[in-house]
């Protein structure tokens, strides 16, 4: 039998395998890349996520795969805004 996951656990798997694939390194609190951290904070019904840029930090609630897909797009659109 398949030992269950929790969403919050599935939600942080998602955006840590999506950030490796843009080039993230992946620690024990969470994800870095260049002057980008991410940090994880797992709560019982949503994840909660600080991405700290250069100068500001912005502060993201998972509370379904909705917001999770949501937070990838925004991932890959600061990557993409980088990169000009």
Not at 28 to 41: V, Y
Not at 50 to 60: D, F, M
Request: proline share 1%.
């Amino acid at each position: 039998m398949m030992k269950a996951i929790s969403k919050t656990a599935l939600w942080r798997n998602t955006i840590v395998e999506f950030a490796k694939e843009l080039g993230y390194d992946h620690f024990t609190i969470g994800l870095k890349r260049d002057s980008i951290i991410i940090h994880f904070k797992p709560r019982t019904s949503k994840l909660k996520i600080t991405v700290e840029l250069a100068v500001r930090s912005l502060h993201y609630d998972i509370k379904n795969t909705q917001d999770c897909m949501d937070f990838c797009l925004l991932l890959r659109a600061i990557e993409d805004i980088k990169a000009f």
